[in-house]
């Protein structure tokens, strides 16, 4: 019988033990990047590829300065929630 792999995500890494402030746009989507791994935080930049991980699209509802979590652990994505401070 044959090996057979299960198909798993590779753990997501912490980008920051802190969120993002970030200016968005109402009505505009913006893609969280949910793996840790991209290099234009708090955004997607395809460096998911590979780990079975997507990245979040969220469409603001109106201008505003959010916090996006960059621990990659809220249980609130894409906001921050807080729980980095207990990583
Ligand atoms: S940065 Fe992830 S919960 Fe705050």
Do not use: N
């Amino acid at each position: 019988m044959a090996d057979q792999e299960p198909v798993t995500k590779t753990a997501a890494l912490i980008a920051q033990k802190a969120p993002y402030g970030v200016d968005v746009e109402a009505g505009k989507t913006y893609y969280w990047c949910a793996c840790g791994r991209s290099a234009k935080q708090p955004f997607c930049d395809g460096s998911h590829k590979g780990t079975g991980i997507t990245p979040l699209a969220h469409q603001a509802e109106k201008s505003a300065k959010v916090w996006m979590c960059g621990c990659k652990a809220t249980k609130t994505p894409p906001f921050c929630d807080g729980t980095h401070k207990s990583l």
